[in-house]
């Protein structure tokens, strides 16, 4: 029964499932229900796609009526230009609500009708455009302004380059057999191609290498002129270009706030938009003052070089900076090349002195480590020690050292006492002392080098009987055999 008494078409209306792409229709026509379409399928399609990159609708027209950066950026603000309806689209739009005013409009129409009612749409996202860009465009023009007046400073004091455009004017004097005062300095881009006919080196080389040589102070140019190569990179007529832009814009915006101004603007934002503008015209007033200035002492710069007046009107900035700059690149390139040249002469000079010659004679190993000196000085002591005991007689360092000879004859102290008294007929034993000592020396400071011990070959067999087992046992028949007693009925007995 509740069913019955529901509006069942309104609520069908108001939640039926739409799309954006709409087939265009004559007015009065729709796709499933009834809608107004206006627009030809060219010009609707593409409000469509732009309205899937901006905000929602209903916020559109109070974030331009407010200026609001934060609901829309520069580029939503250059697609609503492009979106502007004209007087022809504006006027069949309203015909055609006021023709059927219970069908809705298309998104788009509904999309142009809103803008539409928004007073000078124009003047207001211009000036919105040009508050959001001043910042940009004063830093494109004010930066390499700065960058240019740097460059002129690091050419003036640069050392480095006075000493190179001094030996290039002398080289090329000497060469061409005159006496020239100068030289253009597009003849730098021309160096590293003029090449000697012994070596086939670039004058470039050895204009580097007498550089060098003359002034050791001099540095590698490049990384000295940072201005110079910034200068290069940048086309300043183009920057005079954009700063009459700037000035015209700012001009126009004057008068887009006057337009804006006669609808009913809240005080308090005119005064912003006022301040801002005259901020602008201000600074923009001081940018072309830079600008005038800068330029004039770049002729001057040009002036110094010796530079004719006809000659300064047809050289372009960027190019003359280029010039320069590449030629110090290249300047240091050829600067490292020469170093490492020189360094490895130098290093072929060292190895020519201590070729034939031990490693450890060299200047390298002269230095000892410390586990080394260590070493050293006990092994001194060591010497000390031993040289002391000798001299006392406490120690008789030729029998000491050297291994004794076993003798079956004789006891161990009776050997002892035979092979000393003999060695000391023969020698004394401080005449082997130095020598001994040299070997203890060599011994503790070299523990990885010592002798092993070589073994005593035994002379004796390994079943060799002694004279006590003999004469105890009797002979084997194969002794007696060897002895030559061949009774085997009388076996003899020692």
Not at 449 to 462: D, S
Request: hydrophobic content about 35%; charged content about 30%.
């Amino acid at each position: 029964m509740l069913t019955r008494r529901l509006d069942t078409d309104k609520l069908e209306h108001l939640f039926e499932s739409r799309t954006k792409e709409q087939t265009p229709k004559k007015v009065g026509e729709g796709k499933g229900k009834n809608e107004v379409i206006v627009l030809d399928a060219k010009r609707s399609n593409q409000i469509n796609i732009g309205l899937t990159n901006l905000p929602p609708p209903r916020t559109i027209k109070q974030a331009i009526l407010n200026m609001d950066s934060v609901a829309m950026n520069r580029e939503g603000i250059e697609m609503i230009l492009k979106m502007i309806p004209s007087d022809e689209e504006k006027t069949k739009i309203q015909e055609a609500q006021m023709q059927n005013p219970d069908t809705p409009l298309g998104a788009a129409e509904q999309f142009l009708l809103t803008l539409s009612s928004i007073s000078e749409l124009t003047a207001r996202l211009n000036f919105w455009a040009f508050k959001l860009d001043y910042e940009t465009m004063e830093q494109e023009v004010a930066e390499p302004l700065m960058d240019l007046k740097e460059a002129m400073e690091q050419l003036k004091n640069n050392k480095t380059l006075r000493y190179i455009l001094a030996t290039l004017l002398a080289i090329g004097n000497f060469l061409n057999g005159a006496q020239c005062k100068g030289f253009q300095l597009d003849y730098l881009a021309k160096v590293p191609e003029v090449k000697d006919t012994v070596h086939k080196q670039s004058l470039l080389y050895h204009l580097c290498t007498m550089v060098m040589e003359k002034f050791p102070e001099s540095t590698d140019l490049y990384s000295e002129i940072g201005a110079v190569t910034r200068s290069s990179k940048v086309d300043f007529e183009l920057l005079t270009l954009n700063l009459a832009k700037m000035e015209k814009q700012c001009r126009a915006s004057w008068d887009n706030l006057k337009a804006i101004a006669k609808h009913n603007m809240a005080s308090p934002m005119k005064n912003k938009l006022t301040e801002f503008l005259k901020d602008c015209t201000e600074r923009i007033a001081i940018l072309k003052i830079v600008h005038r200035r800068v330029i004039n002492r770049f002729n001057k710069l040009l002036i110094f070089t010796g530079m004719t007046p006809q000659a300064i009107k047809d050289t372009n900035i960027n190019q003359f900076c280029k010039t320069i700059s590449e030629f110090a690149l290249e300047y240091r390139t050829t600067r490292e090349r020469v170093l490492q040249q020189q360094k490895k002469k130098a290093n072929q000079r060292e190895r020519n002195k201590t070729r034939g010659k031990m490693i450890t004679d060299t200047k390298n190993f002269a230095g000892k480590s410390k586990k080394e000196k260590k070493e050293e000085e006990e092994a001194n002591a060591l010497k000390a020690v031993l040289k002391h005991s000798a001299m006392n007689g406490e120690v008789n360092l030729n029998t000491s050292m050297e291994p004794r000879l076993r003798t079956r004859g004789k006891s161990t102290g009776e050997a002892r006492r035979s092979s000393g008294s003999s060695r000391a007929k023969d020698a004394d034993p401080d005449d082997n002392t130095e020598e001994i000592m040299e070997r203890l020396v060599k011994t503790a400071t070299n523990p990885g080098t010592r002798l092993i011990p070589r073994e005593r070959k035994r002379a004796r067999q390994v079943n060799r009987k002694s004279l006590r087992r003999t004469l105890k046992s009797g002979l084997s028949e194969q002794e007696s055999k060897a002895l030559g007693i061949t009774s085997k009925s009388n076996p003899v007995n020692i």
